[in-house]
């Protein structure tokens, strides 16, 4: 299996700041057919399912803000918030769905300081 | 606007066997991997397996022993059993799909969630 580690763990950060959230994974996500990174990450608020952010590791899905962007390539990734706002508080995850079993981080704690 | 809607069986005793349903309404149910993924209470995502229109299974091999995943194509529904429950089988059941058919992708579309208590 693929593991995925985030970092940290948790993060407080002031409105209107940046947050930056690691993944990085136990091995390569990168498709060398396709130049694609299997690599998303998701939104969690409580008592709602994640939320699709970022896919192909630098995506965005449609109708998510630009304020939040993804990078990375290989084993190594980051999710940035830009200027975090009030409704950014959640538990963000990543994803690896290079290969079954897909597996996920363990979640980064985001709050507001 | 394709939606996911789950339903089945609230609390279960150890050794029991979990089953829960997932609906797809509104867009495509052929073509897709349709998957399973659990969440224990204040903890992280676990995939537990997918399904394909024809029938076509993957399962985490920490779950494999224990889990069936099945295709009712004529009420474009799956269903997730799993048997010989435990305590450790507690968590939050999703049902999700794919950005597109082409397998191996991001989940873009998630069920309501559905809380499975094991408790004797």
């Known amino acids: 299996d693929i593991v995925m580690t985030q970092s940290p763990d948790s993060l407080a950060v002031s409105l209107g700041e940046r947050a930056t959230i690691n993944c990085k994974s136990s091995?390569?996500?990168?498709?060398?057919?396709?130049?694609?990174?299997?690599l998303a990450w998701y939104q969690q608020q409580p008592g709602q399912p994640p939320k699709l952010l970022i896919y192909?590791?630098?995506t965005r899905e449609s109708g998510v803000p630009d304020r939040f962007s993804g990078s990375g390539s290989g084993t190594d990734f980051t999710l940035t918030i830009s200027s975090l706002q009030a409704e950014d508080v959640a538990v963000y995850y990543c994803?690896?769905?290079?290969?079954?079993?897909?597996?996920f981080g363990q979640g980064t704690k985001l709050e507001i300081q | 606007q394709v939606q996911l809607h789950q339903w089945g069986a609230a609390l279960l005793k150890p050794s029991e066997t979990l089953s829960l349903t997932c609906a797809v309404y509104?867009?495509?149910?052929?073509?897709?991997?349709w998957s399973w993924i659990r969440q224990p209470p204040g903890k992280g995502l676990e995939w537990i397996g997918e399904?394909?229109?024809?029938?076509?299974?993957n399962y985490n091999p920490s779950l494999k022993s224990r889990v069936t995943i099945s295709i009712d194509r004529s009420n474009n529904q799956f269903s997730l059993n799993l048997k010989s429950v435990t305590a450790a089988d507690t968590a939050v059941y999703y049902c999700?799909?794919?950005?597109?058919?082409?397998?191996?992708?991001?989940?873009?579309?998630w069920g309501q969630g559905t809380l499975v208590p094991v408790s004797s």
């Open positions: 999700a799909r794919p950005l597109t058919v082409a397998g191996n992708d991001a989940f873009d579309i």
């Open positions: 509104g867009g495509s149910f052929s073509g897709y991997y």
């Open positions: 399904i394909n229109h024809y029938g076509s299974t």
């Open positions: 091995q390569s996500v990168l498709y060398s057919s396709n130049n694609k990174n299997y």
């Open positions: 192909w590791a630098s």
């Open positions: 994803q690896q769905y290079y290969n079954t079993p897909y597996t």
